[in-house]
């Protein structure tokens, strides 16, 4: 049962990439920790949207950054599929933005291995304008 854990704890990490959460989750797991010691606490929200893809894009970016999100930042488009991430200063919090113009949909998601932290930050982005 616990390689089931393991499995689902890093794959729940990677959901957002950038994340430096993963690297800290790994080490904890060689020190002997569970998957439920060391699992982050992910939010996510889809929207639908009709925007073309380099304007939502470019309202992910701002919109991390206009919520804190301004390190190990970084960006990915293919055809009709981008994605932005970024990490908050202190590295407790990060986030990642999809947009699939083929489906019309806005996906994000915010981890940290503090609860409050990622659902303060999840409201943030949530409640902004994009």
Known sequence: MKEIKFALA???ATATTGCTQV????????AGN???DTAPYIYL???????SLTLC???AEDALRNNGFTEN???HTEDTFGTVHADNPKGLVAAKIECDTNIGTI????????????????KR??????
């Open 10 to 12: 890093m794959l729940s």
């Open 23 to 30: 690297t800290d989750i790994a080490k904890k797991f060689t």
């Open 34 to 36: 569970t998957a439920s």
């Open 45 to 51: 929200a889809t929207y639908k949207h009709d925007n």
């Open 57 to 59: 894009i470019s309202n």
């Open 73 to 75: 930042s970084g960006s």
């Open 107 to 122: 996906a994000f998601a915010v981890s940290s291995l503090n609860n409050d932290a990622a659902f303060d930050s999840f």
């Open 125 to 130: 982005l949530r409640d902004a304008q994009w």
